[in-house]
């Protein structure tokens, strides 16, 4: 039963910020936000088994940046760099899960395409309303954010590339609400898909599969 008091907790704070806390005041609506991350970041940390190894923390400190992110968007540029570190956390602790197999492998043919689109709509979308100050910090972002989902795939985890394909999609759909159009449900639908994929990268901390071995050298 205890298990699944922080899941719950999480689902119910979640829930309430998205469709319950109002707007204003805006302090209040900040905190609100963040409980559900710092709940999931609780969750992970108990989720660490004993043996812990480099990639739990390292995870651990992707969960907190991406939490830094969450309070610090107001100032743009700043929570994008904050997640943006919280992003590199993830990719270095997925790639030192690396289970190479040819499909997984050639994701990376799609996720390049999506990289592709969503870098030109977005300079398009700048560069027409005047906001060229944002392109490279944008353009760095989307090109960290492809690459972690990819390494999430390349770990064979199947809980964090399903996380990482979540957090492409709520940071796609905030992306392109705030600078090329607006999207229906825009709130609801990048916070539903965040908070999803905050927790799902949480929970892939018990199920990390092994990095592949190399097979053994046979003595001469």
Request: net charge positive; proline share 5%; with cysteine.
């Amino acid at each position: 039963m205890k298990k699944y008091v922080l899941p719950s907790l999480i689902l119910f704070t979640g829930l309430l910020y998205i469709f319950v806390i109002p707007a204003e005041p805006h302090g209040v609506k900040l905190l609100f936000k963040l409980i559900p991350m710092a709940l999931i970041i609780a969750y992970a940390y108990l989720r660490i088994p004993a043996s812990s190894k480099r990639y739990h923390w390292v995870v651990l400190a992707g969960l907190f940046f991406c939490m830094m992110g969450d309070g610090l968007l107001g100032w743009f540029i700043i929570g994008l760099s904050a997640f943006l570190v919280g992003h590199l956390f993830y990719m270095t602790a997925f790639f030192g899960r690396w289970r190479f197999s040819l499909l997984r492998f050639a994701t990376i043919l799609p996720i390049a395409a999506y990289a592709v689109f969503m870098s030109n709509r977005l300079v398009e979308a700048l560069t027409n309303d005047d906001q060229t100050h944002f392109i490279i910090p944008v353009l760095v972002y989307v090109t960290v954010i492809s690459l972690m989902a990819w390494s999430a795939i390349m770990s064979g985890n199947r809980l964090a590339i399903a996380g990482s394909l979540l957090f492409v999609v709520s940071d796609s759909v905030l992306s392109w609400n705030m600078f090329v159009s607006d999207v229906t449900y825009a709130g609801p639908i990048i916070m539903l898909t965040y908070y999803s994929a905050q927790y799902l990268i949480a929970r892939s901390l018990q199920t990390a599969p092994k990095p592949t071995a190399a097979p053994a050298t046979i003595a001469q």
